[in-house]
């Protein structure tokens, strides 16, 4: 009786909803509250000071003939609340933080409710969509120091991500505009999206070249498609543009590595295995899978979200457009430096993996349906036990070999988040910064600053150095008006 009334109250259509958007919202929270304690990073005080130095537009030419051909992240650049406020501003950085971390999570919830509009299936259950993708990428978040709290690193590897979700959203709805005037609105919003979202880093415009060339087969059959092929030459301009910038060939020739095309092929062939089986060695995403699947055949036949099977008519298509993207990503820079892209470049190609899984599994669905086969069947009691091992999987921090170092080291980022929160940390953290800043304010020219003792999974990246000649402490000096400024060698360290 127990076990058919939980199993009642799990399977009733009126309950998941609400749960999943707790849950979303749950995952975001601890992300939030870490906002308040965090701090800027190293490009946080040096991209205000280049601004400080010369003006914007020939900034942005420097950096594209000289360092890098990322021309949307110096565009962006100008958002930065220092800039804005003219001056070192804390409580305006944790506000743009706290809102990058909100545009985020809404960007992903308006995203998967458009992609299911247009057909049958209720609001609460489009939005639940949404609070599923939440859920998923924030519980394993690669890097959230990356991603929210050096902002400079948001703006350059978050932002993107929100424009991919919101040309996604546009490009569903555009064949559903009958008015003229909007849907030419629309087709401007479409063409600055595609142009300008590529162009943020390396890893973007390999994802917009692997599109464009997988969509090529397809818009060839439909010569008429003339707004499609629009957007995929102006993605492919913009890859183009960024990946041929003269700054990319400076950086790398001042790096002096060299690689070979066979080693690069092999590393970059086991780095994407490495990465695929860590994304799904949780076992979360295909347990959910595997328990939406009943509906999503459900949703196939009843033609119920015409966007979403529009979007995935073609079965190959996302899961080609994925391999490529993921693949080319790791062998430009294992062909550049010999090095898989930086943590914060995965914050973008997991994002893409987890669209793309979605994209594909009703793509296969659709597929199925379309040759007659029948629904994937599963029981009550079968969809139970799916949850609580969904359950049971995200309090796992996947120690295989049961190794003692490992148990406890880490279970998700959500996790992480709440643990750096509740313990107290983040606001020892942020007392240790604290202190910092009222040396940096004091008369003094010459500044030596504390180490800090507290450091964080979710909000710390990386301290200052104990040479004062160092970039990092170089800008950060200047932003306070000092001469040099540099970080006390530790006692530990020094008694070595």
């Known amino acids: 009786m127990i076990f058919r009334s939980a ?41 205000p000071q280049a601004l400080r130095k010369e003006s914007f537009l020939p900034y942005i030419f420097n950096t594209h003939f000289r360092h890098s051909g990322r021309f949307s992240s110096s565009l962006i650049s100008i958002l930065h609340p220092f800039i804005a406020a003219g001056g070192v501003n804390l409580p305006l950085y944790r506000l743009y933080v706290g809102g990058l971390i909100l545009l985020l999570g809404l960007s992903m919830a308006v995203s998967a409710y458009t992609v299911l509009s247009g057909g049958t299936i209720s609001k609460r259950v489009r939005w639940a969509g949404g609070s599923i993708l939440v859920l998923l990428y924030f519980l394993w978040l690669p890097s959230p120091t990356e991603a929210f709290y050096w902002f400079i690193s948001g703006l350059a590897y978050t932002v993107p991500c929100i424009l991919g979700l919101a040309l996604l959203a546009v490009m569903g709805v555009l064949p559903l505009i009958r008015q003229h005037s909007l849907r030419g609105v629309f087709w401007v919003i479409a063409s600055l999206l595609a142009f300008f979202a590529p162009a943020f880093s390396e890893v973007t415009a390999c994802i917009a070249i692997a599109g464009g060339l997988v969509s090529v087969p397809v818009l060839w059959k439909n010569r008429s498609a003339a707004g499609w092929w629009w ?38 062939t086991v780095a994407v295995a490495y990465m695929l089986v860590n ?60 090095t898989p892209p930086p943590p914060r470049c995965f914050n973008i190609l997991y994002l893409f993996f987890m669209v793309s899984w979605w994209m594909s599994v009703f793509g296969w669905i659709g597929y199925r349906v379309r040759k007659g086969h029948a629904a994937p069947q599963l029981s009550g009691p079968a969809r139970l036990l799916v949850g609580g091992l969904i359950f049971v999987a995200l309090w796992s921090n996947h120690d295989v070999p ?51 003792t507290v450091k964080l999974k979710t909000i710390y990246f990386n301290d200052l150095s104990s040479n004062p000649h160092w970039w990092g402490n170089v800008d950060f000096a200047a932003c306070f008006g000092k001469r040099s400024l540099r970080v006390a060698v530790p006692a530990a360290v020094l008694a070595r």
């Open 7 to 47: 199993s009642a109250l799990f399977l009733h259509r009126r309950f998941w909803p609400w749960l999943l958007g707790i849950g979303a919202a749950l995952c975001l929270l601890p992300f939030l509250a870490l906002a308040v304690y965090c701090h800027p990073y190293l490009d946080d005080y040096s991209v």
């Open 231 to 268: 957007l995929t030459g102006l993605a492919l301009l913009s890859a183009i543009l960024l990946l041929s910038a003269p700054g990319n060939f400076s950086r790398i020739d001042s790096m002096k590595v060299q690689v070979s095309v066979p080693h690069a092929v092999f590393t970059t």
């Open 279 to 338: 994304w799904l060695g949780s076992g979360i995403l295909v347990l959910v899978t595997i328990l939406l699947l009943p509906w999503l055949h459900q949703v196939a036949v009843a033609k119920a979200a015409p966007i979403w099977q529009r979007l995935t008519r073609n079965v190959w298509w996302w899961p080609l457009f994925f391999g490529m993207g993921l693949y080319s990503s790791f062998l430009l820079t294992y062909l550049a430096i010999d």
């Open 402 to 452: 049961l190794e003692r170092l490992h148990i406890n080291r880490r279970i998700n980022t959500v996790v992480s988040a709440y643990s750096d929160w509740l313990s107290g940390n983040a606001a020892r953290y942020d007392q240790e910064q604290q202190a910092r800043y009222r040396l940096l304010t004091a008369p003094i020219p010459d500044v030596v600053l504390p180490p800090l």
